[in-house]
């Protein structure tokens, strides 16, 4: 079987001091860094997706800022693709659909951020278009989100976004038994 791992956004602004910090991002980022050394080393295609504003007074990911760039853990090597977004679909504006089919995956497995924008709206528009897809919901990060006078914790937010994707949009899995299951291929 080969898969191909699509990180999305996983860059500094959404890190402690950054200017959009999620809750759980160290932690999201160890785990997909552990899933992106298995997918290097087993071969298996990796690409990137990063998310830059279009509007140069942007609140974060602004064009330039260090805040746009990849997180360390993470950051590509020079094999890999990456595509760059502005919309939280990572499939508007965007050759991603077209390198997918290219690369012909029995699987994509999805990591990144955030959870409840711009991993929620790829993988629903990925599996709209028949792709098979994983999420790895612990390499996956959320915001604490308002409704009015009501918040909801980031964990919850990323808990009921993974509920919500599992089963009928993607299978919701950990990065350890995705990795897992890399190695036993």
Not at 51 to 71: E, K, N, W, Y
Not at 139 to 146: G, I, N, Q, S, W
Request: glycine share 10%; net charge negative.
């Amino acid at each position: 079987m080969t898969r191909l791992l699509l990180l999305i956004d996983i860059q500094r602004d959404y890190f402690p001091g950054g200017r959009r910090p999620l809750v759980g991002a160290d932690a999201a980022a160890d785990a997909a860094a552990g899933l992106l050394a298995g997918f290097r080393t087993t071969g298996q295609r990796v690409v990137h997706v990063q998310h830059v504003s279009d509007d140069a007074d942007a609140s974060f990911l602004a064009p330039g800022s260090p805040g746009a760039q990849f997180d360390a853990r993470v950051a590509p090597d020079g094999e890999e693709h990456v595509v760059v977004k502005h919309e939280p679909n990572a499939f508007l504006g965007t050759g991603l659909e077209a390198l997918l089919r290219a690369a012909a995956p029995d699987e994509i497995v999805v990591a990144g951020m955030m959870s409840s924008m711009c991993v929620d709206a790829t993988v629903r528009a990925a599996s709209d278009l028949g792709f098979p897809l994983a999420v790895a919901e612990d390499a996956c990060a959320a915001p604490d989100l308002t409704l009015g006078d009501r918040t909801v914790p980031g964990a919850q937010v990323h808990a009921a976004f993974m509920a919500a994707l599992d089963g009928t949009y993607a299978r919701v899995s950990t990065a350890q038994a995705l990795a897992g299951e890399l190695a036993s291929r």
